[in-house]
């Protein structure tokens, strides 16, 4: 019997344990340190108001039918591979045949003086509700005829996040009688344009359905200083007491904290092989992989090559390399609006939208099976908070 210690309940560890459930001789630890999966695609839906039960899904409930993986709610802080274990922050050792890290990046506010303390983030489920929170006070007071808001990071979730939250803000505006209340929603990008790493074709085309929902674009704007009431850029000064920080994201301190045994390259990601090992029997995938090409798609694809490098191994088949694939990439600008991109060709408008709620299907079904998934999916267009 082999055990397999996977770290990270996110989409590339929940994927492999579901990859490797009920597999005869193989015994699956999952290390998390939550008892929640967040279902990252959808957070900029629970910012907007729609069903947090959506984004934060319970993994234990995924995997119910997985009778070989055990849950363990924990964090890991060091990793011996001579004796072959991983010691949690509990005090609790776990021995591995193989271990696989599918943790992911950690946000970082790149020392930017006052967004720790003024910013909302937008990376785990509590960093959300606290923004509802914050939008719900603010718009109590009446005396409040208009206010910026400002979204900073011009990447999939600042963009899919500027074209929802403008209904939002109304609805909870017209919820207090708060009728005349202005919105003014700023998107800012240090890059000279929004969708820095889509084609040119696809950035115009979000950036022209922004503009139509009323969206003020800020690009070549690098932002120095977070107030209580003021936003400080490169230029110039933006009146506003809501900042929504989606720009930063650094390599898992744990990588960090065991540079001795990890080989951290130069874009501070972790260096593996062509079997997604970054040493002898221990895995890296996901957004810390050297292999990882940022999406949820790409975390999933890397969950099931090392499932079916670890089957291999056990069987004692000869082993094969890795292969990326291209992802397609679809972005919502607001509702039943999106652009989709793929190998160079861009859609936009409602049938792009469409494939956005298809891919969500399948991205649901691959982390939790098809009866489960469509539970799920049959729910992500209510509104939780009206």
């Known amino acids: 019997m082999k055990h397999v210690v996977i770290v990270g309940g996110g989409f590339s560890g929940v994927r492999l344990a579901r990859k490797l459930r009920n597999k005869r001789d193989i015994e699956v630890t999952l290390v998390n340190d939550g008892l929640d999966f967040k279902y990252c695609p959808a957070l900029y839906r629970a910012a907007a108001g729609y069903k947090m039960g959506t984004a934060r899904l319970s993994i234990e409930w995924m995997l119910l039918d997985a009778g070989n993986v055990d849950l363990v709610e924990g964090k890991a802080v060091d990793i011996n591979p001579a004796k072959k274990t991983i010691s949690l922050e509990s005090g609790e050792t776990l021995g591995y045949d193989y271990a696989v890290f ?25 960093e959300i509700i606290q923004l509802r929170q914050h939008l719900h006070d603010k718009l109590k007071n009446h005396d409040r005829e208009q206010a910026n808001y400002v979204i900073i990071g011009a990447g999939p979730t600042g963009v899919e996040l500027a074209g929802a939250l403008g209904d939002y803000l109304r609805r909870i505006a017209r919820k207090y009688g708060n009728h005349h209340h202005k919105i003014n929603i700023w998107l800012v990008e240090a890059a000279d344009r929004i ?16 503009m139509k929902l009323g969206i003020k674009i800020l690009t070549s704007t690098k932002v120095e200083k977070e107030t209580l009431s003021e936003l400080h850029t490169n230029n110039g000064i933006l009146k ?17 904290d065991n540079d001795d045994v990890f080989d951290i390259n130069e ?40 499932a079916k490098d670890l ?17 397609i990439s679809v972005i919502p600008c ?19 939208s469409r494939l956005r709620k298809i891919a969500d299907f399948v991205g649901y079904m691959d982390i939790m099976g ?17």
């Open 102 to 126: 599918g943790i992911g990046s950690e946000n970082t506010f790149f020392n930017i003086e006052g967004l720790h303390e003024h910013g909302f983030g937008m990376k785990t489920p509590n």
């Open 195 to 210: 969708l820095p790493r889509s084609t040119e074709k696809t950035s115009n085309a979000a950036a022209k359905r922004l």
């Open 240 to 256: 506003t007491d809501t900042v929504i920080w989606t720009a930063g994201a650094k390599l898992n301190s744990f990588f960090e």
């Open 267 to 306: 874009r501070h990601l972790v260096k593996v092989n062509k079997r997604l090992e970054a040493l002898e029997n221990v895995y890296v995938i996901g957004d810390s992989s050297s292999a990882t090409n940022g999406l949820a798609l790409g975390a999933i694809w890397n969950a099931n090559f090392v």
């Open 311 to 327: 089957l291999r191994r056990t069987k004692k088949k000869p082993r094969k390399a890795y292969k990326d694939h291209k992802p």
């Open 334 to 352: 607001g509702k039943n609006w999106a652009v989709a991109e793929y190998s160079g060709i861009t859609i936009s408008g409602y049938i792009a």
């Open 370 to 386: 098809p009866l489960r998934a469509l539970t799920i999916w049959t729910n992500t267009d209510q509104l939780e908070d009206k």
